[in-house]
């Protein structure tokens, strides 16, 4: 049976009586529309959610894990996190105040900082430090907690002549060797211990004694398992450091390095050297595609070596007497059939499951994998149509499919749907159903600068902007769905017990996650680089409930899979979860919430149509890409409410964006655009069904929240107006 958890639905009440009414415009028939906001002024405002985190950050104690949730350790209530990536440490104090306003605003209680501490030496000085303590400081102000990610390869090019990492010349970055170089596990954790116990000049604390920091994580995006661990990308006096741990374990295992060699039919690699003690590694397709008994014991010696590393760093940062939540990294591996159990297998020393998604088309051009420019050329991917990343193909995943391990919470600490694509619109609700619907612990949108509504927010363009209308702007409902539960949770449709012996044994058992790459680090992938296997479950399984993986150490491996296709109706293809609340039709393409307190249609109401009912609410319109949400706000049902907020939004993009057809079924950039951001001219009614729907008061608000007109004729019938997002409806 649906779980919804009461502790969420607390209420949120907005009387009308709180606001003037002012006239409003006349509509505008231009087919964009600027969504410009003014400065905010944070007066009373029915989208305001600030009211939802705690005074300061950190008042219910640090926040730990208890039965797969976050809790809160000083009354063990669970918490769920609708969390941003940013803002920038280099906000000046006033600055990161108002940005951690604006998100506290939008319903955002956490915010994971993800910048490194260090600088090309790694050396950490104490105005990197400051700029760590102040981010936390400012956010606790608004009630939001702060995640660090403060070490990733990508910062950190080791220069030639450098005592702890021998061999580096400056061109490669520190991929994996942070996983066996113990004098640079060394550097590491000194840097750790600096960020945390440096006493904060402005209140004289240390992060370590703040409850406020909600965890760290130990290595962002890296892997012994993914394609960067090779002879290419470490010089070869660390590849001997870890050929000789290998050839060490072997001896210990077989004897010798001999007769490891003769259990592996004298299979042997160039860079083997027995008489130095040493044995190489074979190139991740090799051990993933052909799985030999010498490829078995690589992965397993891999596998020991990570997860040793994790659980060695988790003791120290508990010794040093960190309270936080710790997760281990968040990486996808070579091969998600054959390796990615065993990654995962490697993540449970931390407190928490952390991974990264992004939701995109096909994006390609110079500089595409950080940057948007004129030239390069894209497709445009819709998540409700399931549609893969090249036209006309599929694909049944997304990156909010999550897959529950050891009972443990979830997070995905870098999740967007990238630009440019104009179904950027279906993602906030799509992602906050779905994410509540498989009990997600926290969900962070990747990634916001400043509080600005800016197109341009770095150097060029990002492919991952929040701060625009279909993504920020759409976080009201969202973070309320998410946060307070008002989605239920599925029932758990398939159950794994995995026998550690078969994931070390490269056997690909359980459920596969497949990778949900962005640009940057897709380029990673050596062309080519796939591993023939079918998913041993249906991707469907998640639009209808959860899916857990429990490893055993001596156990065997099993599963129990449920009947979900009596969910699934694929000549009328749809899919509709166990708790019956939402429903997916990829053939329109239009998602459907229908929950006590809330209702939602996202997608093209046009193929459908032109007239879309998800419960009480009935959304009419010519449009092929909206997402219309009503919510309640007092924790009452939408029937009995007296107090919502309807949120309404089109198309995004910015002013002057222009492109056109590359010939091949995408499109090529050939202006970029400028401030400020445009939406498509809204068209449509929208009804709220309910006896006393013509009694109730409709207002619209502006796009920071705020009064503009009142409306008559109650809810039987909306007449949408071009440019507004929010309306506010009471008794």
């Known amino acids: 049976m649906a779980r919804r958890s009461k502790w969420w639905l607390t209420p949120l009440f907005f009387p009308l009586a709180a606001f003037g009414q002012v006239a409003g415009h006349g509509p505008s028939r231009a087919e964009w529309l600027p969504f410009d906001p003014p400065a905010d002024t944070f007066k009373f405002s029915p989208i305001d959610l600030r009211g939802l985190n705690e005074k300061e950050a950190g008042d219910g104690g640090f926040i730990q894990a208890k039965d797969g949730h976050f809790i809160h350790s000083a009354n063990g209530e669970p ?87 021998e061999g580096y010349d400056g061109s490669k970055n520190s991929f994996a060797v942070l996983y066996f170089n113990p004098k640079f596990q060394e550097q590491y954790r000194q840097m750790l211990k600096t960020v945390l116990t440096t006493p904060d000049p402005a209140t004289g604390k240390q992060l370590l004694d703040d409850p406020a920091v909600f965890g760290i994580e130990v290595v962002n995006e890296d892997s012994f398992f993914f394609w960067t661990f090779n002879y290419d990308n470490l010089p070869a006096p660390q590849m001997h450091v870890i050929e000789g741990m290998f050839g060490e374990w072997l001896a210990k295992k077989y004897g010798s390095l001999e007769k490891a060699s003769a259990a592996w039919g004298g299979l042997m690699v160039p860079q083997d050297d027995f008489a130095a003690g040493r044995a190489g590694f074979r190139p991740m397709w090799n051990i993933a595609n052909q799985r030999t008994p010498r490829d078995i014991d690589t992965a397993t010696f891999l596998a020991e070596t990570q997860r040793d590393f994790y659980a060695r760093t988790v003791k120290y940062l508990r010794e040093l007497g960190f309270k936080g939540q710790i997760t281990a990294s968040n990486w996808i591996t070579a091969s998600p059939e054959f390796l990615g159990p065993i990654e995962r297998l490697t993540y449970l020393a931390g407190d928490f499951i952390d991974r990264h998604g992004y939701f995109s088309g096909k994006l390609e051009g110079e500089f595409s994998g950080w940057s948007l420019r004129a030239g390069q050329t894209y497709t445009d991917r819709s998540a409700l149509r399931f549609t893969g990343t090249e036209p006309g193909s599929s694909d049944f995943t997304n990156p909010a499919n999550d897959i529950r391990c050891n009972d443990k919470p979830s997070m995905v600490s870098e999740m967007t749907y990238n630009r440019p694509n104009r179904f950027r619109t279906e993602g906030p609700m799509f992602t906050a159903a779905y994410a509540a619907l498989q009990d997600s612990g926290c969900i962070v949108n990747f990634a916001v600068d400043d509080g600005r509504w800016s197109v341009k927010p770095t150097f060029f363009m990002q492919p991952w902007t929040v701060m625009g209308p279909t993504q920020a702007g759409q976080f009201p409902a969202a973070a309320l769905a998410f946060r307070k539960g008002l989605v239920a949770t599925g029932d758990l449709m398939a159950d794994f017990t995995l026998a550690e012996s078969d994931v070390l044994g490269l056997k690909g058992v359980g459920p596969v996650q497949k990778a949900a790459l962005d640009a940057l680090r897709a380029k990673d992938v050596p062309p080519g680089a796939t591993v023939a296997k079918a998913d041993l479950l249906d991707p469907l399984v998640h639009y209808v409930g959860r899916t857990a993986v429990k490893y055993d150490p001596a156990g065997v491996t099993r599963a129990d899979v449920k009947n979900f296709e009596q969910f699934i109706d694929r000549k009328a293809t749809t899919v509709t979860s166990s708790t019956r609340e939402l429903q997916i039709n990829w053939r329109t393409g239009v998602l459907t919430v229908n929950a006590p307190c809330i209702a939602s249609v996202t997608g093209n109401v046009k193929a459908a149509g032109g007239h879309v009912t998800a419960g009480p609410l009935t959304v009419t319109s010519d449009m092929d890409l909206l997402s219309i949400s009503a919510v309640a706000l007092d924790g009452q049902p939408l029937a009995t409410s007296g107090s919502m907020l309807l949120q309404v939004m089109s198309e995004e993009r910015p002013t002057d964006w222009k492109t056109e057809p590359d010939g091949s079924g995408g499109m090529r950039i050939v202006s970029i655009g400028h401030d400020p951001w445009q939406i498509r001219r809204i068209t449509g009614t929208v009804a709220i069904s309910r006896p006393d729907a013509e009694k109730l008061r409709v207002m619209t608000l502006d796009l920071n929240g705020y009064t503009k007109k009142a409306l008559v004729g109650g809810t039987a019938l909306i007449a949408l107006d071009p440019d507004c997002v929010y309306y506010y409806i009471s008794k």
């Open 79 to 165: 918490v769920r996190f609708w969390a941003v990536n940013g803002p920038s440490r280099d906000l000046d104090e006033q600055a990161m105040t108002l940005a951690a306003r604006t998100f506290a605003k939008r319903g955002v209680n956490l915010v994971r900082t993800h910048a490194p501490a260090f600088n090309e030496d790694f050396a950490v000085g104490a105005e990197s430090v400051e700029k760590v303590q102040r981010l936390v400081r400012c956010m606790k102000s608004a009630g939001i907690y702060t995640h660090l990610s403060l070490y990733f390869p990508l910062w950190y090019k080791p220069k030639a002549g450098d005592p702890v990492l």
